[in-house]
C-alpha cells in the first residue's frame, strides 16, 4: 500500500445506509448515478445515523452493482453533478420541488464524468466494496457536516450510446420495505390496442408524505388525444353500451381528475400516460382506499369516442423508519420528483 493510500485508510470513516445493509444483499435493484437515462435524485438522511460523523468532511460516497441480476455489466461513463447540504434533522417538511429541500449551505462537490467498470456475470452477493463491483465517487470539494439531517443530490446524464459503446443499464442495489400498500386492478380496459389490463400505479409511491405515480401504458391502434385520470372513494360498476360505448364499464364515482398527455415511445408504437399525486404527511391515510381509472379520447374507437381503462384499487400503507428518502425523476432538468420512504439505493457516505 502507498504512503497516500495508509494514510486514507487510517483516517477514512464511513456509515453505509440503510443501516444493516453493510454486508447484506438488499432486494432491489435501483437506477442512480449509473441510470441508463438522464435523471435527477435526492437522497435525504435524518440525522439519527450521521450524529457519529459530526465535525468531520464528507467526501464521496461508494455505490455497489445489484447482484439480485447477475448479467454480465458492461462498462460506460455518465456526467454527474452533485450538491450536497444539510437541513432540519428530520425529514417532516419534505416536498417534491427539489430545491426546497436544501438548506443555506448546500454546495456543489461535484461536475465531472464518472467510468462505471465492466462487471462479470454471477458476481459474489453482495457486491464487495471497493472492486469492480463498486464505484467511489469522490468529491472535488469536500463537505464539511456540522450536524442535522442530509440532503444528497445529484444530476446525471449518460453519454450518448454508440455501436462500440452500447446503452446498457447498471443497477445499484437498493431495499425495498413492505410498507402494507395494496394493489388491486379490476376490471377490464376497452382502450382500442391495450391489454384487458394497461393501468397501474408504483406502489412505491403509496405512504403519508410520498408522492403516488399513476399510470397507463399500451400501444393504440387508434389516435389518443387526451387521457385523464379519475380518483374517488367510491365504486361502481355501470355499462357505458347505452350511450355509445360497448365492452366499456366505469368504476369508480370520481371525485376529482388530473390529465396527462399521451406520449408515444416510437411513431406508431407503445406509449404512455402518467400523472403524479402526493399524499400529505398524516398517519391517518394509513389504510385508506383510493380507486382509479383513466378515460381516453380516442375518435372512431366507438360512437361516444371515449374509452376507459381497468380501476386500479390501491390501499396506502405506512411510512417505515422515515429516517431514509428517495425522491427522483426521469429527467436532470426536473424541477420536482416522486418522494418515497421505504426504497432506498445501499450508499456508504465516506468522511474524513
Known amino acids: 500500500m502507498s504512503l497516500s493510500g495508509a494514510l486514507r485508510s487510517q483516517t477514512e470513516r464511513s456509515v453505509t445506509i440503510p443501516i444493516g445493509s453493510e454486508l447484506t444483499e438488499q432486494n432491489s435493484a435501483i437506477f442512480w448515478v449509473a441510470s441508463p437515462f438522464a435523471a435527477r435524485h435526492q437522497l435525504v438522511f435524518d440525522a439519527v445515523n450521521l450524529v457519529s460523523l459530526i465535525g468531520t468532511d464528507l467526501v464521496g460516497f461508494e455505490v455497489r452493482r445489484d447482484t439480485g441480476d447477475n448479467r454480465r ?13 444539510t437541513r432540519p434533522s428530520s425529514l417532516i417538511g419534505l416536498v417534491p ?76 442495489d437498493g431495499r425495498s420495505t413492505d410498507n402494507g400498500a395494496a394493489v388491486q386492478l379490476v376490471g377490464n380496459s376497452c382502450i382500442a390496442g391495450f391489454s384487458l389490463q394497461p393501468a397501474d400505479v408504483d406502489p412505491v409511491g403509496l405512504a403519508p408524505g410520498a408522492t403516488s405515480r399513476w399510470f397507463v401504458f399500451g400501444r393504440p391502434t387508434r389516435t389518443i388525444t387526451i387521457a385523464a385520470a379519475f380518483f374517488g372513494t367510491r365504486t361502481t360498476a355501470i355499462d357505458l353500451a347505452g350511450i355509445g360505448a ?82 427522483e425523476a426521469a429527467s436532470s432538468d426536473a424541477v420536482a420528483g416522486r ?12 468522511f474524513r
Open 246 to 327: 360497448p365492452s366499456c364499464m366505469a368504476y369508480v364515482f370520481g371525485d376529482f381528475a388530473i390529465a396527462a398527455p399521451f406520449s408515444e415511445f416510437t411513431a406508431g408504437g407503445h406509449g404512455l400516460a402518467e400523472c403524479e399525486l402526493p399524499f400529505p404527511v398524516d398517519g391517518r391515510l394509513v389504510g385508506a382506499s383510493l380507486v382509479s381509472q383513466w378515460i381516453v379520447a380516442q375518435a372512431g374507437s366507438n360512437t361516444l369516442g371515449l374509452t376507459l381503462s381497468n380501476a386500479v384499487h390501491a390501499k396506502i400503507g405506512a411510512s417505515i423508519g422515515m429516517d431514509t428518502a428517495w425522491i
Open 73 to 85: 455489466l458492461t462498462s460506460f461513463r455518465s456526467q454527474v453533478d452533485c450538491i450536497v447540504s
Open 97 to 172: 420541488t427539489f430545491t426546497n429541500n436544501h438548506g443555506a449551505n448546500r454546495l456543489t462537490v461535484l461536475s465531472r464524468k464518472v467510468a462505471f467498470p465492466a462487471s462479470p456475470a454471477s458476481p459474489t452477493q453482495p457486491a464487495a466494496w471497493g472492486t469492480g463491483a463498486s464505484v467511489r465517487i469522490m468529491f472535488t470539494t469536500p463537505f464539511r457536516y456540522d450536524g442535522g439531517g442530509l440532503c444528497l443530490e445529484t444530476k446525471v446524464v449518460p453519454d450518448a450510446p454508440s455501436s462500440s459503446s452500447p446503452q446498457e443499464w447498471w443497477p445499484i
Open 339 to 350: 418522494i418515497s420512504y421505504h426504497r432506498t439505493p445501499v450508499v456508504r457516505l465516506l
